[in-house]
């Protein structure tokens, strides 16, 4: 895990529970103005904001349908069914609904500890009380164009699984500042570079990508780990997307989860995220009881991984 992300980590564990207690004091925020709605794309009709109802006590926090993207707009950003404006606005997450709030003043520099103390506070407050569920995510963007000359929008991580989408300073070398990638909706422009929007992240193209014996191709563009076959569809989390580190952008590395393999430039867990190797001389760490890990094959035939005993 990076130094930026321990962090970011630092003051929100003593409050990441499932439930967490309001916080001491009551946050001072002013009622929501509803922005004018801009032009908005032909399929598009999600209502302003997603905080005008709760849902039913026995509803489920995934039963709602994917909400479509709302086009690409610097104005705005997706919020649950709704959207926030972006710079002044900060989306609360719980599952796949959301709140708009007005952005606190940070706490603390971006990275640094207690940076995004009273936000996280007021929007864990909020959520429960406005979806009936806990927060999962903060996001202030969903595409770079949210953010200023020289930023991109970063999918980072935040407590406990949960995730904040932030505008970051690209370093001067053009390497990721990203966790688990530069934010990005189909007809969006990305700002890292080498990469194409591609299934709402940044990422490298990887043609003839190896799935088994051949690449995926045509009708059956995925290639799935679970089953070792390229497919039409296959789960996020069963899709293999690279083979080797080369297959990912500057900053990040190939690892294997389960049955799919992704680019990441954060490792939290080098037993469920292990990185692709070659030989055993790559995998320069520790295990957990002291020794070193072994390359060998994963549980995708094809590739190699960095595994411990």
């Known amino acids: 895990m990076s130094k930026r992300t321990l962090l970011l980590l630092a003051p929100l564990l003593a409050v990441a529970c499932p439930?967490?207690?309001?916080?001491?004091?009551?946050?001072?925020?002013?009622?929501?103005?509803?922005?004018?709605?801009?032009?908005?794309?032909?399929?598009?009709s999600a209502p302003e904001s997603s905080s005008e109802a709760a849902p039913a006590a026995d509803a489920a926090?995934?039963?709602?349908?994917?909400?479509?993207?709302?086009?690409?707009?610097?104005?705005?950003?997706?919020?649950?069914?709704?959207?926030?404006?972006?710079?002044?606005?900060?989306?609360?997450?719980a599952s796949n609904r959301?709140?708009?709030?007005?952005?606190?003043?940070?706490?603390?520099?971006?990275?640094?500890?207690?940076?995004?103390?009273?936000?996280?506070?007021?929007?864990d407050k909020t959520a429960l009380e406005k979806t009936g569920y806990?927060?999962?995510?903060?996001?202030?963007c969903d595409e770079s164009i949210d953010c200023k000359k020289g930023e991109v929008c970063c999918d980072d991580f935040l407590f406990s699984g949960g995730t904040i989408g932030e505008c970051v300073k690209l370093p001067?070398?053009?390497?990721?500042?990203?966790?688990?990638?530069?934010?990005?909706?189909?007809?969006?422009?990305?700002?890292?570079?080498?990469?194409?929007?591609?299934?709402?992240y940044c990422r490298k193209p990887v043609p003839n990508l190896p799935c088994g014996d051949s690449p995926c191709s045509g009708s059956t563009p995925y290639c799935c780990?679970?089953?070792?076959?390229?497919?039409?569809?296959?789960e996020p989390w069963h899709q293999v997307?690279?083979?080797h580190h080369a297959d990912c952008l500057a900053g990040q590395r190939c690892t294997v989860s389960g049955y799919g393999s992704a680019c990441l430039s954060i490792i939290q867990d080098r037993d469920s995220?292990?990185?692709?190797?070659?030989?055993d001389g790559e995998c320069n760490y520790k295990c957990n009881d002291g020794s070193r890990p072994r390359c060998k094959t994963s549980v995708i035939p094809w590739i190699k991984s960095c595994q411990c005993p």
């Open 19 to 44: 439930t967490p207690a309001p916080p001491s004091r009551e946050p001072e925020t002013a009622p929501r103005v509803e922005p004018e709605a801009p032009p908005s794309p032909p399929d598009a």
């Open 61 to 93: 926090p995934d039963a709602t349908p994917p909400v479509p993207p709302l086009g690409s707009t610097a104005e705005y950003f997706r919020c649950g069914e709704g959207k926030c404006r972006s710079g002044s606005e900060t989306c609360c997450g």
């Open 98 to 123: 959301g709140v708009c709030m007005p952005s606190s003043p940070d706490d603390a520099p971006q990275g640094k500890v207690g940076y995004l103390k009273t936000q996280w506070e007021i929007c």
């Open 134 to 140: 806990s927060m999962s995510h903060i996001d202030r």
């Open 172 to 200: 001067a070398g053009g390497s990721t500042p990203c966790d688990y990638g530069e934010r990005c909706i189909e007809s969006s422009t990305c700002r890292l570079p080498g990469s194409q929007c591609i299934e709402g």
């Open 225 to 234: 780990g679970s089953t070792q076959s390229c497919a039409s569809k296959c």
């Open 241 to 243: 997307r690279c083979t």
């Open 273 to 279: 995220q292990q990185t692709v190797c070659k030989l």
